[in-house]
């Protein structure tokens, strides 16, 4: 197998922001748990769940947790009984909110069948 160009070391430190970006969001369902928290403002854990089909819940709570990490999602525990949790943007979520637009007009541009409607549309950028 040929080397990878990109492991010599000044190339790495070439693609440093691009290998940043995709080491957070490079899990199966951080993207469109980014949607909806999004397009929703608020989730919860369950409606996530619902939302996206196939996830197990395992895999939903390392992406939060991830995703929450890297800072691009706040968690709000409530004390009640039963507990409530609910997921929002932080401000640097928001700040990619351009760019989470721009990946669905490029998907629907070039991956959709012609005459694809989108239930969503755009993003608000807040």
Same mark, same amino acid.
């Given at each position: 197998?040929?080397?990878?160009?990109?492991?010599?070391?000044?190339?790495?430190?070439?693609?440093?922001?691009?290998?940043?970006?995709?080491?957070?969001?490079?899990?199966?369902?951080?993207?469109?748990?980014?949607?909806?928290?999004?397009?929703?403002?608020? @989730?919860?854990?369950?409606?996530?769940?619902?939302? %996206?089909?196939?996830?197990?819940? *395992? &895999?939903?709570?390392?992406? =939060?947790?991830?995703?929450?990490?890297?800072?691009?999602?706040?968690?709000?525990?409530?004390?009640?009984?039963?507990?409530?949790?609910?997921?929002?943007?932080?401000?640097?979520?928001?700040?990619?909110?351009?760019?989470?637009? @721009?990946?669905?007009?490029?998907?629907?541009?070039? %991956?959709?069948?012609?005459?694809? *409607? &989108?239930?969503?549309?755009? =993003?608000?950028?807040?």
């Amino acid at each position: 197998m040929a080397a990878n160009k990109f492991q010599s070391p000044d190339m790495a430190a070439r693609c440093l922001p691009m290998a940043s970006i995709q080491a957070i969001l490079g899990g199966k369902w951080k993207i469109l748990i980014l949607w909806y928290v999004a397009f929703y403002k608020v @989730q919860r854990f369950g409606q996530l769940m619902r939302r %996206l089909d196939g996830i197990t819940q *395992a &895999s939903l709570t390392k992406q =939060l947790r991830e995703l929450e990490q890297d800072g691009f999602l706040h968690r709000e525990i409530y004390k009640e009984i039963p507990p409530r949790v609910e997921y929002s943007l932080t401000e640097m979520g928001k700040s990619f909110i351009p760019i989470l637009n @721009q990946m669905m007009l490029w998907s629907k541009e070039h %991956l959709c069948p012609p005459g694809y *409607a &989108s239930p969503y549309g755009e =993003l608000p950028l807040e």
